[in-house]
Every structure is written in C-alpha cells, then in structure tokens.
C-alpha cells in the first residue's frame, strides 16, 4: 500500500506535504522531480491518497477510509493517471490512450513503484517501442477534469514523466495549467525536468526528490547486475581491441529495446563519472552499489582528466543516436571502437 509510512526515507518532503495540506495550502500543480529510484513516483501517489483521505490522521492517510480502500484498488473516480505508453500493435484500429494499460498500471505500481521507464515498458511488452504520452491523450485529460468530482473536494491527476509527451500534448497541459479548472490538483513526476518546457515547470510548484543515501538506494538490482556486466564487457574488449567481442557484444546490445539501450548508454556514462569521482579520491559522493565498486577498484585508473570528458560525450552521442532511432549495432560498435582510442588516453 503507498502511504507515506510505507516510503523509504525523505522525512523532510513528508512533512513538508503533509503539513502543506493541514494548512489547506494545496497548489494546482506540483512538479516532483527526481532521478530513477528516487521515489518520485509513490511519494506522488501517497500525497494523492493523503489529499483524498476522509479521515486524514495528523502524520498519515488511514489507509481504511472508502476513499483510502478505492487507492488501494487504484480505482478512486477522483485520482487519474497518465503516462508513457506505445501504440498496441496489431487487430485495433483504435489509437491507444493510456486507460488501456489500466491493469499493467495497477499491477506496476503496486509491485515496482521505484521502477522507471524500462522496468514499465516491460511490463506491457514494448519491445522496441519507445514509450510516449500521445498528444491524444490531453484530449482524455481535459474530458476527465470536466467531470465533476465524485466524492472528493480534489480531482487530482498524476502524470508521470511529463517529458515524455508529444509537444500537442504539452502545449494543451500548459492551458490547462494557466487556467486550473477548479479543485484540480496536477501532480508532474519527473525524472528529466530539464525536458519538460520551461513555461510548464514556471507554473508548478517544485519539489526535489534526491537519492536516498542509504543501503537502500545501493542495492544491486537485476537490471544494474546485467548493465554493469555489459559495460565490463564493453571495457574489456575495447582495451584489448577485441573486434569479435565488441562485435558479439553490439549484437547483444540490439536485442534490448530502445528504451533499455538508452537506459544502459545513461548507466554507463554515471558508472564513467563516479569512476572518475573514485580517480579523484571522492569516494563520499559515489553511488555504487558492491559489485561496481569491485569493478572500479581497478577500472577507475582508466578514467582520467585527459578521457573523461570524451567518455562522457561519446556515451551522451550514442545516447541520442539510440533515441533518433540509428541502427543500434552500429551506435554500438562505433561506440566500442572509440572507447579503445579513448582507454589509452
Ligand atoms: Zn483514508
């Protein structure tokens, strides 16, 4: 259940929201930003529930009001979300909203709320599709919001990655935002606000939701054991100049999807800068979890004043060339090949 109790760490923004609502100090828009695993996402959620809660208790929602028991099911009228999807493929002629993807939502949130983009996009089997929030999904978001609100004095609507909308849709969020219909609450759940337009973030309340700092936020997790074995990989190869392996490996790369490639050429360059960061003797603000530590202990004399900078802007490039849909192969053996100049650097 996402509570407030429930979410690991950030004491202070618990208090800071909860407080806001006792005071009935409630923004039309609130922008959470925060990098993956940070907890954005619930800590939206658990504001949500709060805001909506009948019988709110001076640190938490009950969690057994009417209301509380709807979130619980992810089926209150009054709490919608948005979020990136794809295109369903085959048989419907009809364009996917993200009401579609209702039961997956329901099922991510409830399991992975720390999850991030890949994890999701996984969980409705996107395969090479990237996912995105359509421009006709405002069209959705308008026809909810007209509604008058069920049971609540709120209508609250998340969306979460607001950055990945199509600019239609951005254009038509920022009229909504500029005249707020009334009782409506936006809650923005960034991990990139820097893409999201300027004069969207202007209207919204920020929060910054950091790493949390503690074992939590180290823990090895599938998806970074498998990202760290391939950028050894990668390091291997490129100092041994092993054209088949970087070849073995490029091939190995295509059969992630796009969004995991983007997801793993971001990984490599934050494993390139706290090695670095670990080069320069910093050790108190590296984020690595055990098995990457173990891995810098030699690797971080390979990343240098000289290279890191080209590291960083080569793995950003391929990044962008995942994105701007280049074959990925290519991207990534290119990548491989520049790596070997720059590890002798
Ligand atoms: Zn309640």
């Avoid at 923005?188 to 309340?205: A, F, G, N, W």
């Avoid at 599938?222 to 041994?240: G, V």
Wanted: hydrophobic share 40%; aromatic share 8%; proline share 4%.
């Amino acid at each position: 259940m996402i509570v407030f109790k429930n979410i690991i760490g950030h004491t202070d923004l618990k208090e800071r929201l909860i407080k806001s609502v006792q005071e009935g100090v409630i923004p039309h828009a609130r922008l959470f930003s925060g990098p993956e695993g940070a907890g954005a996402l619930p800590l939206s959620v658990a504001y949500a529930r709060y805001l909506l809660c009948t019988n709110r208790q001076a640190d938490d929602a009950c969690g057994t009001c009417p209301s509380c028991q709807k979130i619980n099911k992810l089926a209150h009228p009054d709490l919608h979300f948005v979020f990136p999807i794809i295109n369903k493929k085959g048989g419907s002629s009809k364009d996917a909203l993200c009401d579609d993807f209702l039961p997956e939502w329901r099922e991510f949130l409830e399991k992975t709320p720390y999850s991030n983009l890949s994890g999701w996009l996984e969980n409705i089997q996107a395969g090479n599709a990237q996912g995105t929030i359509y421009a006709r999904e405002s069209n959705e978001i308008v026809r909810k919001l007209n509604f008058k609100s069920y049971e609540s004095d709120y209508k609250i609507m998340i969306i979460w990655l607001p950055e990945k909308m199509q600019e239609a849709a951005a254009n038509k969020l920022l009229k909504l935002l500029e005249e707020p219909p009334e009782k409506t609450v936006f809650l923005l759940v960034s991990e990139e606000p820097d893409k999201i337009i300027t004069t969207i973030r202007s209207r919204c309340q920020q929060l910054i939701v950091p790493l949390i700092s503690d074992e939590n936020a180290r823990q090895s997790t599938d998806e970074t054991d498998m990202f760290l074995e391939l950028f050894k990989a990668i390091m291997r190869n490129s100092w041994k100049r092993d054209i088949r392996g970087m070849k073995a490996k490029s091939e190995e790369f295509t059969t992630l999807g796009r969004d995991k490639q983007k997801a793993f050429l971001a990984y490599a360059q934050r494993q390139v800068r706290e090695n670095f960061l670990n080069a320069l003797n910093l050790p108190e603000i590296n984020y690595m979890n055990e098995n990457e530590a173990d891995f810098a202990v030699n690797f971080h004399k390979f990343v240098n004043e000289r290279n890191v900078e080209d590291f960083m802007n080569e793995l950003a490039l391929a990044e962008r060339h995942i994105e701007s849909n280049v074959n990925a192969k290519m991207v990534f053996f290119d990548l491989s090949m520049k790596i070997a100049v720059l590890l002798k650097k």
